[in-house]
Every structure is written in structure tokens, then in C-alpha cells.
């Protein structure tokens, strides 16, 4: 195989308590160890994040002092070295294989191949973080976004740990500072719409550490809905799925102002809460039954009400903002 010089390039802000893991992960691949680099950049970190990181000699340390992750993203790719990107994430942690199966699924691939991305499991301290990621991989909480994982390798429209080429960044430019969260989905829109590909594979994977409190995640969800509208009003691109969460909140809220006035739409709102609860909570019982243990159908349901509320809110929010 001819292995090619890529760059790793890792944003962080206060990652002290994931950031030895997620390095030795990287440090440990089955790959030529100069054949690859790490960039880490550091937004200010106010705990012990980057003294942790000047520990390792081999690892290349920047500065962002605007705590932005897209500008940090940005400021790795521009000091990198390689030709390959690969976007990663300070609490997240890598299989051995991650670099030699991307890289190999890579190159020497027609040129319109942009990245390859791969299967992603989340990791935990708690029953919450285990449950938001349930409830984000399955349908009726994460449909159409990189949380529904494929068993199978295909091309998608948005993957996540992606290899990226280089050169990529060079015809499209790089990740979009305005974007504060989800900023790797509004990049792989807007490689879609150059007429490139992105490929996933299950064959490698990576574990990523996710929100581990409702209030934390409900920020998070709140943030990523407006991103969503600030990615749907950049380029134009009207998906169903992103909009119904806050669709659904204007149609109840339109519904019972006429409640006021006309009962049967006070009926309609009962009968679409009850028909919501009854399909939470049969995910609910599907994966409580799958995970042995009844706390998790105490869990599963305000989660799937924090993430669709609070993602159309912040939907909302960026509309009337």
C-alpha cells in the first residue's frame, strides 16, 4: 500500500478529562508513524488541556484564541503538513485500523471521491449519554442526519471522522468560521453541491463522548438547531426533515390559540401528544428490553422531547434573530 502523509487536525477547548485517550488512540495506529502528524489547537482552555498536550513530544500545538471550532479546524489545516485531513474531535478516541482503512478507501480513488468517513459509537458515564445516543441513531430522532449508521459501506451526504483530501479545501474553502456547531455538515453541503463524494465505512470505527446531562444536551440541541438554520438559509436547502421539529412547534402553538376559541382544536393537540408518547415510548421499551433495564424507560422519552423542542426552538430562534 503507498501510504500517504496525513494530518490530523484536533480542535479543543477544556478537554482535560478526554484528551490523553483520544491522543494515545491517535499515537496508536497501525500506521508508519512518519507517515502522519497531529495538530492540536487549543481554544484558552481553562482547565489542564494543553499542559497535558505539551507533554507529548511528538505533537504539534496552536493557539485559538477565538474558541471557535471552525477557526480552530481551519488554523490545523493551514499549518498542515499532509495531503490528507482528518477531522477529529478531543473526546473522541480511535480504533487502531482508523487511518490504514480510510486512507486505503482513499487513495487512488477517482478524484470526485472528496472524503471517506466512518462508523462512530458513543461512549459514556451515564444511562443519559447512552440513551441520547439511542435516541439520535434511531429514526424518529436523528433520520437523515449521521447518527443513522449503515451496517453497509455507501456514499452519503454527510459523514462523520472524516479523511478528507486536501485539496478539497483548496477548490471549496475551508470550514465555515460562522458555524460555531455543525460546521462539518455545512462543509459537506457544500461539497455535495461541488459534485464531489463522500464515502462511509463500517469497517473501522470510532468512540465519541457525548453530553451526559439533559440540561448540556438540551444547549447542544438548542445550538444545533440553529445551525440548521443558518445552513438552510445559506444554501437554500429546504429539508422536511430539519424543518418539522419547528413546524410542529408553530402548529401547536397556532392550534392552541384557536383552542380558545374552538374546543375540537384542543381535541387535535391531546391526540398528537398522546399519538407522540405512544411512538417515544415504544422506542422506549425497545431499547429498554435491548438494554435490560428499566431505568432507561424513565430515560428515553423527555430525551426524544429534549431534542426535537430544543432543536426547533433554536430553529426558530435563528428565523427570528
Not at 478531543?90 to 466512518?118: D, F, M, P, Q, T
Not at 451515564?126 to 455507501?154: D, M, R, W
Not at 468560521?177 to 470505527?205: A, C, H, S, V
Not at 447542544?220 to 410542529?248: C, E
Request: charged share 25%; hydrophobic share 40%.
Amino acid at each position: 500500500m503507498n501510504f500517504p502523509f496525513i494530518s490530523i487536525v484536533v480542535p479543543v477547548y477544556n478537554e482535560e478529562k478526554n484528551i490523553r485517550k483520544c491522543l494515545d488512540s491517535l499515537l496508536n495506529q497501525d500506521y508508519p508513524e512518519d507517515k502522519y502528524e497531529i495538530i492540536v489547537i487549543d481554544g484558552n482552555s481553562e482547565d489542564n488541556t494543553k499542559k497535558i498536550v505539551k507533554k507529548y513530544s511528538d505533537i504539534k500545538v496552536l493557539d485559538n484564541p477565538e474558541r471557535n471550532t471552525a477557526v480552530g479546524r481551519n488554523i490545523g489545516i493551514k499549518n498542515s503538513k499532509g495531503n490528507y485531513i482528518l477531522n477529529f474531535s478531543g473526546h473522541a478516541s480511535a480504533e487502531k485500523n482508523l487511518l490504514s482503512i480510510l486512507s486505503k478507501k482513499l487513495v487512488g480513488a477517482n478524484k470526485e471521491l472528496a472524503g471517506v468517513g466512518c462508523r462512530f459509537e458513543t461512549v459514556g458515564s451515564n444511562y443519559i449519554s447512552k440513551g441520547i445516543h439511542f435516541v439520535l441513531a434511531s429514526k424518529l430522532g436523528g433520520f437523515g442526519t449521521t447518527f443513522n449508521q449503515p451496517e453497509k459501506e455507501c456514499f452519503m451526504d454527510s459523514i462523520a471522522f472524516t479523511l478528507y483530501r486536501k485539496e478539497v479545501f483548496d477548490k471549496i474553502g475551508l470550514f465555515d468560521p460562522d458555524f460555531w456547531i455543525g460546521q462539518d455538515g455545512e462543509l459537506n453541503l457544500r461539497i455535495k453541491e461541488k459534485g464531489y463524494k463522500l464515502l462511509y465505512t463500517p469497517k473501522t470505527k470510532v468512540y465519541h463522548g457525548k453530553r451526559d446531562t439533559f440540561s448540556s444536551y438540551a444547549n447542544q440541541m438548542f445550538k444545533y438547531g440553529v445551525a440548521a438554520y443558518k445552513r438552510t438559509k445559506k444554501h437554500k436547502n429546504f429539508r422536511m426533515i430539519y424543518l418539522l421539529p419547528s413546524l410542529t412547534i408553530i402548529l401547536l402553538l397556532f392550534f392552541l390559540i384557536l383552542s380558545l376559541f374552538y374546543r375540537v382544536f384542543l381535541y387535535l393537540i391531546l391526540i398528537y401528544a398522546l399519538f407522540y408518547i405512544m411512538v417515544s415510548l415504544a422506542y422506549s421499551i425497545k431499547f429498554t428490553i435491548k438494554e435490560k433495564n428499566l431505568r432507561y424507560l424513565f430515560i428515553i422519552l423527555p430525551l426524544y422531547i429534549t431534542t426535537h423542542f430544543c432543536y426547533g426552538i433554536g430553529f426558530l430562534y435563528g428565523v427570528f434573530k
